[in-house]
């Protein structure tokens, strides 16, 4: 395909705007312009491609842009900051079958004479990725939303069944890169990258699904790069590299965050109903205090420090502004106010993040568990709201826990620890939590939105 | 090999390599914004797709066009509008947040 300089020169300047909008992510204070470059640099590709030769017709892109714009719009506009993670999701599947329908589009105009070795295994990559990362951001969103069980499906022989499928299908893909295009057995390709898609995804439990979200996310950006590769077009080999690293580090810190291999993520089948040691809850012997909201909020009120350290229990609980107007109150009465957030604490990478900000809790007021730590013992009050495993001390003392090893926000070295939470169950992995038995702990029982509302009056009468 | 698909190998892992740097800075706080926007980026086969949909080769053709441009225009206009709807939210404590 020959395409004129003026359009290869303005892919150029796409892909300057998207790595300056990417550097200017890395603080709030510039992130929105950053995320404006970013769009000028595909407004510019996007221009720049109309004036490519080979389009003669505008009568599709004109429906197939007003279409999409619409209904990307529509979708922007409306969905709720808490369901974030799902349309994330549904956008990574777009992408990841739109470059995966670039890449067919590509195949079937190579004529009788087959491919050169090059553009086939291009396209089958592409293909491959991008079709599996669209099947798999479905069923992620499926699970997301509720409309595919959350649990970890498990089902015997999963991984070999998994490495099978795969095998098969980079047989079939190299068997029909060698040959003239055939509809049927190209057809074939896609059904088992769909599939593929779909086993990738359905074994991972519904907390996990932060680690899913960006490693899908790196997939899209890996398929926008194949489908480059096969259009030799540098734009979107550029964008979908960024995109792809992106990924990628986002997956490793997620991973990090709990202290566990990719491996064991997409394999382990966490939470899968198997209940680890001492799920007892109260063993008689250990008594968990329980304080009211008048003392809860005597203790925050008249501290120096306080540490709110939210969970996705707060999110589900849509609490988070009852927890800002909480913070707002105390920093109104001279109290330090910190919001600690673990990484894993949302649905996605950076999820509780948003949703404070949307709460309007300033940027300022979020520390993460690093930042906090090493000061800990001179915080007054940690106040923990629906978060459970990411304040469990047996992370760091118990090597035979489930969690031993993964970074945990320790409140439990704080001076006093109060835990909303409705009873002593346990999380996420499962085990029980030995914070809740702590002297300097108190439990204040109850849903999380009428124990804060609760707190606000209290404080509000102090 | 050839030597354009060389070229497409140096350019894919060089930026792969900017990416790491660029993106290894952006703190936690945003990395949902992160993530909506760079899926935006990911929207770039929307190029292809135009292509596909706009060049009158056969009707199966102009159909996979035609999906691949709805599904890539859903991914950047979707993508960049909600990080921006995201973002519009950060605020520092001394800003008036309202």
Known sequence: MQTLPIIQLSYLVSAVLFILGLKRLSSPATARGGNTLAALGMLVAVAATLLDQSIIDFTWIIVGVVAGGAIGLIMARTVKMTSMPQMVAVFNGFGGGASALVAAAEYFRAGEAGFATDAAVSIMAGVIIGTATFSGSLIAFGKLQGIVTEKAVKYPLQRTTSFLLFLGLLALAGYLGMRAPDGQLFLGVIAAALVLGVLIVIPIGGADMPVVVALLNSYSGLAASAAGFVLNNNALIIAGALVGASGLILTNIMCRAMNRSLANVMFGAFGAGAVGGGAGGADGDRVANEIDPEDAAMLMGYAQSVLIVPGYGLAVAQAQHKARELGDLLGKRGVQVKYVVHPVAGRMPGHMNVLLAEANVPYDQLYEPDDVNGDMENADVAIIIGANDVVNPAARDDPSSLIAGMPIIEVDRAKRTIVLKRSLNVGFAGIDNPLFYLQNNSMLFGDAAKSLSDLVEEVKAL | ?98
């Open chain 2, 1 to 98: 090999m050839t030597g354009t698909l060389l070229v497409s190998l140096y350019v894919f892992v060089l930026a792969m390599f900017i990416g790491f740097e660029v993106i290894t800075k952006v703190p936690p706080t945003l990395h949902t914004p992160l993530m909506s926007g760079s899926n935006a980026i990911s929207g770039i086969s929307i190029v292809g797709a135009l292509v596909v949909a706009g060049a009158v080769d056969s009707p199966l053709m102009q159909w996979i066009g035609l999906a691949a441009v709805v599904m890539a225009t859903i991914n950047v206009v979707g993508g960049f509008l909600v990080t921006d709807r995201m973002l519009q939210m950060f605020h520092r404590q001394d800003e008036d947040g309202e």
